[in-house]
């Protein structure tokens, strides 16, 4: 199972059966619009609060993955999901409602493939039949965490991101049509000693770098593998330092089959700056575009490496840099 230092390949090549996206009307107005299962008109959700909204998101898409595989939430042995909010309120409360044994996890942005990772891992060790893996963002109750509450009208520097308001889910089976997670790479912590929260892509552009690098290292492919290679929230300054670092490092990826979910994600006329963040960017790119995109036949082959930013409100307090990681996990038809 173990290729190289850090892949896991998955002989069983677990299946995803089913997968859903849900987004806030800023995601409405967006350019992938057409690609999510769930739009909602109201930012708050008809709750009171935007972290309660950001919980509805989740909750949605993972009844709504799990209603499109035609299974119930008793048919299912494990939830595994991940999210910004402190002590990852939006998943573990999730969690509560689904009712399913639940594996949290935070590895920020990276949340939504160190979650599919995790699951295709129980499904190949034959640990669990059936598992959701899900991630979500809500851009009120994160930029009011890590930043200044939006109402504010705090001024943002053009290396800053807009965070989705959205989540992803997937249903992963050991068997049953659908694409299949063929195995994922996963990261190592990487702090080049960025402290500015207002520049993300810069900070986890270097963790993308280390991790695309070490997946084509421990299978011995080239770029030309994959119909896309995917990086999770890079934005446009991230993607940009990231293809220059790949291309120093003689890791030539062809511009048409590199991209960003940040990029993919909102039109070009909406003021999003440097493009999208959240763990609900690669989420719901990811779970709803891509897989869209391969079950119509458009794509083969995808490798998506979320990435995902580890500082807290107590660390930028403390003046400390932003160590970042990213994880990959190649999906296949």
Known sequence: MLKGHQTWVFDSKPVILSSAAVGGPFEANG???????ILH???WLGQESCEKAERKLLEEACET????????????????SGDLMNQIISSSFTARTL????????????????GLALASLLIDSKSAKYVVAGASSHNISIEKQFRYPTEYGAQKPPTSQWTVTGAGACLLAAKGEGPRVTCATIGRVVDMGITDPYNMGSAMAPAAVDTIEAHF??????PSYYDLIATGDLGKVGHRIASDLL???????PENIFTDCGLLIYKKDQPVIAGGSGCGCSATVTYGHL????????????????????????????????????????IEI
């Open 31 to 37: 350019a992938l619009a057409d690609d999510f299962d």
């Open 41 to 43: 008109e109201d930012v």
């Open 247 to 253: 291309d120093k490092h003689n890791l030539k990826i």
């Open 291 to 330: 897989l869209k995109r391969m079950k119509n036949g458009e794509l083969k082959k995808i490798l998506i490496i979320a990435t995902g930013a580890l500082l807290s409100p107590l660390s930028y307090q403390q003046k400390e840099s932003i160590p970042c990681i990213a994880h990959a996990v190649s």
């Open 99 to 114: 009712g399913v044994p639940f594996l949290g996890i935070f590895g920020a942005c990276s949340s939504s493939m160190e």
């Open 65 to 80: 993955a799990i209603t499109k595989g035609n299974m119930q939430k008793e048919d299912v042995q494990f939830f595994i």
């Open 217 to 222: 290292r421990d299978l011995n492919i080239d």
